[in-house]
C-alpha cells in the first residue's frame, strides 16, 4: 500500500502550489474577474483568502499547542485589507507562503497546534496542517486557472493525498451520522480507493487494497481521477463528471450533514 507524502514533500507542494497560484494571478486579465468555482468572489478576494490564510495557520503553528487560534490573529485576518495593485500583491502573496513555510519548518511535523479538524484521523499537529495547506493552494490554484478560463487538473501526487486528507480531516467525526448506516466507496483510477463509514459512532475512513466488488460494494461508489475526486469533494464539480454506481441519494444526505468536529 503507497505510503502518503512525508513532511518534506508537503512543505515543496506548498511551495510548488504557491507558485502556481502567483502564476495564474499574473496571467489573469483582471483581479476583478469573477471565480466560478466561489460564487460572489473575485480573484482579488482569493488572493486575499489564500494569502490570509498562510499567514493565518503560520501564526497557529508558531503559536504551538492550543485550545483555538491566537486571538491575534484572528483579529489580523478579519481586518486585513490590501492594495489591489497586482505588483503589490504578488510580493505579498509570496511573503505569505515563506511565513508559513518558516513556520511549519521550525516547528517540525510532530509538534501539536490547534486545528479546526476532529483529531480522529488527522492529528493536530503541524504535519496535520501542512498536509492541509497543499490541499487550500492546490484547490484555489484550480480556482484561480478557472477564473482566466484555464481547466487544469491538480497534479497527481497532490490529488491522490488531497483524497485521504479530504476524507480523514474534513469529514472524521464522532457525531452520530443521523440516517441508517452506510458506506461510501471513492476509487481513483490511478488504483487507489477508500471507504467512508458512517453510523451512530460518527464517520470514519480507511485505505482499501483494492476497490470493493460484489457482496463486498459499498451502498454507492464514485469512481475517477483522483483530481476529480477531490474537486468533487471541495465542490468544484458536479458529480455527474465522475463514474457513480449505487444510491446516489446518499450522497445527498452525506453533503447535507453538518456534524461537529
Not at 50 to 67: K, S, T
Not at 167 to 192: I, M, N, Q, Y
Amino acid at each position: 500500500m503507497e505510503k502518503n507524502l512525508e513532511f518534506p514533500d508537503l512543505l515543496r507542494l506548498i511551495d510548488e502550489r504557491s507558485s502556481a497560484f502567483r502564476e495564474a494571478v499574473a496571467d489573469a486579465p483582471s483581479l476583478d474577474v469573477p471565480v466560478p468555482t466561489c460564487p460572489g468572489w473575485t480573484l482579488f478576494d482569493l488572493v486575499q483568502h489564500l494569502g490570509g490564510g498562510d499567514r493565518f495557520w503560520a501564526a497557529i503553528v508558531g503559536a504551538g499547542a492550543a485550545d483555538g487560534p491566537p486571538a491575534e490573529a484572528v483579529a489580523a485576518r478579519a481586518a486585513l485589507e490590501l492594495p489591489r495593485e497586482r505588483e503589490v500583491l504578488l510580493p505579498w502573496l509570496a511573503a505569505s507562503t515563506e511565513l508559513l513555510l518558516s513556520a511549519l519548518r521550525e516547528a517540525g511535523p510532530d509538534a501539536d497546534c490547534w486545528a479546526w479538524w476532529s483529531g480522529l484521523q488527522t492529528p493536530r499537529t503541524v504535519g496535520g496542517v501542512a498536509q492541509h495547506r497543499v490541499q487550500e493552494s492546490a484547490v484555489h490554484t484550480y480556482d484561480a486557472r478557472l477564473a482566466a478560463g484555464v481547466t487544469q487538473p491538480l497534479p497527481e501526487d497532490v490529488a491522490l493525498d488531497g483524497v485521504e486528507e479530504f476524507l480523514f480531516s474534513c469529514v472524521a467525526t464522532s457525531s452520530a451520522w443521523p440516517h441508517k448506516p452506510t458506506t461510501f466507496d471513492f476509487e481513483a483510477t490511478e488504483g487507489r480507493a477508500w471507504r467512508l463509514t458512517v453510523d451512530g459512532d460518527g464517520a470514519r475512513s480507511a485505505r482499501l487494497p483494492a476497490p470493493a466488488t460484489g457482496e463486498d460494494a459499498a451502498a454507492v461508489s464514485v469512481r475517477g481521477t483522483a483530481s476529480e475526486l477531490v474537486l468533487y469533494l471541495y465542490d468544484r464539480i458536479p458529480v455527474d463528471s465522475l463514474h457513480l454506481e449505487g444510491d446516489a441519494g446518499l450522497l445527498d444526505l452525506l453533503r447535507a450533514w453538518e456534524p461537529e468536529h
